[in-house]
Each structure stands twice: as structure tokens, then as C-alpha cells.
């Protein structure tokens, strides 16, 4: 009888660990996805995930070890640099991929030095050829040397003479995002600096994936009703908030019927916030200029149809605009393909023909980096400036689009003071629109700080950090 080959350590081929190593190769293909073909992790690995039928543990262990290896890249090549025998620029991507899979292993998991080392060198070998594998072995075999914080007193700075560069490293972010969250943090707990080279507590703000939030929007679905059906529990703050312990919010049938979505928190704050603040007079038409993907405009659609409103939303993107349609189907919502500059050209958008004005304004996105953890690498300081300019023009042609006495809802998923309070400060300068206090229309949620606009902080309040500004035209 003729018996098959033996595989490695005498296993038969096909068994080797493509089975056993099932969740570090889901995150090594994340890896590839985001790095080689500009995927995002957070709509590539749950797809991954569900294809391959990892679950339970495994997914959780495939989960934490993609979004851990992309929110360290930075700091995990510092030590890569040190360990290997060629400069990093020269070294394989894919294989690079494979250097920090392990290193992250062996600096912020619990697992065993040799187990990292090992499988991670067993991947190598399926996903690329035994070649490189050999280069990975030798190279995680130097980072086991030492445990984290002897690697970090050799590459991080010194805390007392820089202590931004050596925040950015411990903590793998960017410099120029380490000095916007300070400037942020100062802004709004004055003397926080002072503290410095000791970081605020939980810091940074980024550090932790969160749990998925849900929104039950309003008149189509008890928030009861989706806790019983998604095993989460109620948000803090939202009245129409749940936190998912965990699972595909996908597999949720009110999620799939646009009963319910996927809302961070602060986002559902900052449309609530809007859509609440007191109006004299008419109250009939809201507009969302930059609604795509249509998250906020699916809860200000639901509150619409209980008010006897209606929502224009404008999206200038034809996909997305798409998006926005699916996702409020059913709502009195009507979607606009248009660039929100336009208005007072575009008929659909006339000048002072709306009571509420939603600007969700696209921004550099700091304030979501614990959702996406690839983002910090993507954002370049060169990005603010372009996106200030647009922000404030979208800005003055919401005040444009609002009546007098109408209000506009200026958000932006970021604490950069640039998109935030010195932006509101300019556009307030130039058109002389006046700030609503939008503390009162958060009720209960703590350390909103002196006001009127409102920051969240994800290691304050749990969401996003988002920033609002309400204004009102005069």
C-alpha cells in the first residue's frame, strides 16, 4: 500500500494548521487586504470571518489580533527595525505583514513566546513559501528577547524631553494626531498639559475597539423590543442606543429591515441634539447636506415622520447616495445627488427654505480611530487644511439654506481644533450666526465642559469623539 507523504512534524499534507490556525490567517489576509488593496478592516474581517465559519474564541482571537497588529503598525515597526537583519523598505509586504502579526503576539497578547513564534512562522510557510518563513523565524525569535516595556525604553523617546514622540510610540499613533488630541484636551480640561509627560487617564482616547452600537429609530422599533431581540444592553445617554455585547449586528433582522442600524452613540446624540433644539415657527422641512452614508439621516427621517416633517438629503457621491436611500426606505426622506455648496443654483436647494439643517461634514475622522484602526496611518496632517476649507463652506451654505430663526447642526467625527472650535469661531465671524448652548440637549451626559459646542471623548462618555455645534441663523 502506498501511504501519503508526510507533512511537517508528520502531519499529512492538508493538515497542517491552514484548520488549527484558521483565526491568524483570517488576519493575516485582513492585513494584505488593507495594506496591498486599501480595504477596511471593519467591513473586510466580519465577511472573512463569517466565509470561514470561525467563531466563538476564534473569532475573537482573529479580531483582536487584526485590529490590534493594524492599531500598532507604527510602533510594532520601531522594534521590527531594530530586530531585523534588512531595512523594513526592503522586506516583502506580505511578509512584513507577517512580522508584525507575530510581534504583536509576542508584545500585547497572552500568548506563549513560542506558540507566537511558531505558528506565526507556520503561516508564513502556507501563505508564502519556506524561504521567507525562515526570515520570520529569526526575526520574531529577537523580539521575544524582551517583553514590551524593555522594547519600548529602546525605541520610545525620552517621556521628560518629548513627551509627544514618546506618547506616539507607546502608543502607535501618528505625532501630529498625538498634538491634535492634546490641543483638544487642553481646550477642554484646562491644565490637563501640565500633567504631561503623564497622559490623561485611558489615554489615548483611540486605545480600545468598542462594542457595536445600535440605534432603534424612533417610531419603527421599541429600544425593548431590539434588546430583547439583540441580546445588548441600553446605552448610557441615547434613548434609542444598545450596546452589542458581541455577534454580527448583520444577523439582527430589525438591522436588516432598516428598523434599526448601526450608530455610534455620539452620532445618535449629536442628530438628537438637532433635531430638538427649539424652533419658532414652521417646522416642516429638515435638510442633511452631506448625508451619505445615511446613518444620522435614517434618525432624523424616523423623527420626522412622527413630527409631520420632511428630509431632503443630499449626497454628492452617486453610490452613496444609493446608500442613503436603502437605509431610510420607507421615511419621508427624499435624496438629492447634488454637492451641498450648491445651495441657492440648485432649485432642490433653495436659499432659506429649511427649519433644521444637518451639516455631517466630512472631516479627517480622528474621532472614530478606535473603530478603524488602519485610519491613523492613512491620515496624513496635509489632509486637515483642504478639509477645513471644505467643511466651511459647507458650513455657510447650511446657514445659507436655513431660514431665520432656523438652526444648523455642525458635526464632525473629529476633536482637531481646527474642525471644531476654530472652525465654528470663523464661520460664526463670517456670517454671524449665533451658538445655541447644545449642553442642554445632551441631558445627562457628564463633563460637556464650559459649552456651547459639545466634545465627546470615547475615555469621557463611551461614543466617538464627536464634536457639535448648533447654530442659529439671525
Known amino acids: 500500500m502506498v501511504r501519503a507523504r508526510a507533512g511537517r512534524r508528520g502531519r499529512p499534507p492538508g493538515r497542517t494548521s491552514r484548520r488549527t490556525d484558521a483565526p491568524r490567517r483570517a488576519a493575516f489576509d485582513t492585513l494584505v487586504a488593507v495594506t496591498a488593496r486599501g480595504a477596511y478592516a471593519n467591513l473586510v474581517l466580519p465577511g472573512m470571518l463569517a466565509d470561514r465559519r470561525i467563531v466563538g474564541r476564534d473569532a475573537a482571537f482573529a479580531t483582536e489580533l487584526a ?45 506563549p513566546a513560542h506558540a507566537a513564534v511558531a505558528a506565526t ?40 524631553k518629548d513627551p509627544v514622540a514618546h506618547l506616539a510610540i ?3 499613533h501618528p505625532e501630529w494626531i498625538v498634538r491634535a488630541f492634546a490641543d483638544a484636551l487642553e481646550r477642554s480640561q484646562p491644565g490637563a498639559s501640565a500633567r504631561w509627560p503623564r497622559p490623561p487617564p485611558r489615554w489615548p482616547p483611540t486605545a480600545r475597539r ?13 429600544r425593548d423590543e431590539l434588546l430583547a431581540a439583540s441580546g445588548g ?11 452589542l455585547d ?3 449586528p448583520a444577523a439582527i433582522e430589525a438591522v436588516r429591515d432598516n ?44 423623527l420626522a415622520a412622527q413630527r409631520g416633517a420632511s428630509v431632503v438629503a443630499v449626497e454628492q457621491a452617486e453610490h452613496r447616495a444609493n446608500l442613503v436611500a436603502r437605509t431610510t426606505e420607507g421615511l419621508p426622506v427624499t435624496v438629492v445627488v447634488a454637492d451641498g455648496r450648491s445651495v441657492g443654483e440648485d ?26 484602526p488602519e485610519a491613523r496611518w492613512r491620515r496624513q496632517l496635509a489632509d486637515v487644511k483642504p478639509l477645513v476649507k471644505l467643511q466651511r463652506e459647507l458650513a455657510v451654505a447650511a446657514l445659507t439654506a436655513v431660514r431665520p430663526g432656523g438652526v444648523v447642526g455642525y458635526v464632525v467625527c473629529s476633536p482637531h481644533l481646527a474642525e471644531t472650535r476654530v472652525q465654528v469661531a470663523d464661520v460664526v465671524r463670517r456670517t454671524g450666526a449665533e451658538l445655541v448652548d447644545a449642553r442642554p440637549l445632551l441631558p445627562d451626559v457628564p463633563d460637556l465642559g464650559a459649552g456651547p459646542t459639545v466634545q465627546l471623548w470615547p475615555h469621557r462618555q463611551g461614543t466617538d469623539a464627536m464634536f457639535l455645534a448648533l447654530l442659529r441663523r439671525k
Open 233 to 243: 444592553t441600553a446605552g448610557r445617554f441615547s434613548p434609542y442606543a444598545i450596546y
Open 347 to 372: 432649485p432642490r436647494l433653495p436659499e432659506g427654505g429649511f427649519d433644521r439643517v444637518l451639516v455631517d461634514a466630512p472631516c479627517t475622522g480622528l474621532g472614530a480611530l478606535r473603530r478603524r
Open 259 to 302: 428598523r434599526a442600524a448601526v450608530q455610534d452613540e455620539g452620532s445618535q446624540l449629536c442628530a438628537l441634539a438637532l433635531a430638538n433644539v427649539e424652533l419658532a415657527g414652521a417646522d416642516e422641512r429638515w435638510l442633511d447636506l452631506c448625508a451619505g452614508p445615511g446613518g444620522k439621516t435614517g434618525v432624523l427621517g424616523a
Open 210 to 222: 468598542p462594542p457595536p452600537h445600535l440605534v432603534a429609530r424612533p417610531g419603527r422599533i421599541d
Open 170 to 172: 507607546e502608543h502607535s
Open 121 to 160: 512562522v507556520e503561516v508564513a510557510r502556507v501563505a508564502v513559501t519556506d524561504g521567507p518563513a525562515k526570515f520570520v523565524n529569526a526575526v520574531l525569535r529577537r523580539v521575544a528577547e524582551r517583553e514590551f516595556d524593555a522594547w519600548m525604553v529602546e525605541v520610545a523617546p525620552d517621556p521628560e
Open 67 to 111: 485590529y490590534g497588529t493594524l492599531r500598532s503598525t507604527g510602533q510594532l515597526d520601531k522594534v521590527l527595525e531594530l530586530c531585523s537583519s534588512r531595512p523594513l523598505k526592503q522586506v516583502d509586504p506580505r511578509v512584513l505583514e507577517l512580522l508584525r502579526l507575530g510581534a504583536y503576539q509576542l508584545l500585547h497578547m497572552r500568548v
Open 246 to 248: 458581541g455577534g454580527d
